[in-house]
Nanobody, 118 residues
Framework: QPQVVQSGGGLVQPGGSLRLSCAVS????????VAWYRQSPGQWREFIAS??????????QYGDSMKGRFTISRDNTKNTVELQMDALRPEDPAVYYC?????????WGQGTQVTVSL
């Protein structure tokens, strides 16, 4: 079962940027499909973006509302999957979660709070 540890997040002003990181183990992150989600109080967990494993042809996918502002990428030197968030808006605050799955099992990270405020 994959182990997922998140880092990053915090407080940023509207229009600012934050970067989240998702470290996946014990295997190379390339064998996992890794996705980012977010959840606001009282809301369903919302899909942000995903990057497929090397076995999949799905590539990178984005949720409609995040296209153009959020970018998912792999850092193979760190064995992480990054989420770069730009032009953050007052409606973006939430707990952000990373999920890794290898076709057999799936694991969630601990969640990271993102706050957008003056």
């Amino acid at each position: 079962q994959p182990q997922v540890v998140q880092s990053g997040g915090g407080l940023v002003q509207p229009g600012g940027s934050l970067r989240l990181s998702c470290a996946v183990s014990p295997r190379s992150s390339l064998v996992y499909t890794v996705a980012w989600y977010r959840q606001s109080p009282g809301q369903w967990r919302e899909f942000i973006a995903s990057v497929a494993s090397i076995k999949s042809r799905s590539g990178i996918q984005y949720g409609d509302s995040m296209k153009g502002r959020f970018t998912i990428s792999r850092d193979n030197t760190k064995n992480t999957v990054e989420l770069q968030m730009d032009a953050l808006r007052p409606e973006d605050p939430a707990v952000y979660y990373c999920n890794a799955q290898d076709g057999v099992s799936s694991s969630w990270g601990q969640g990271t709070q993102v706050t957008v405020s003056l």
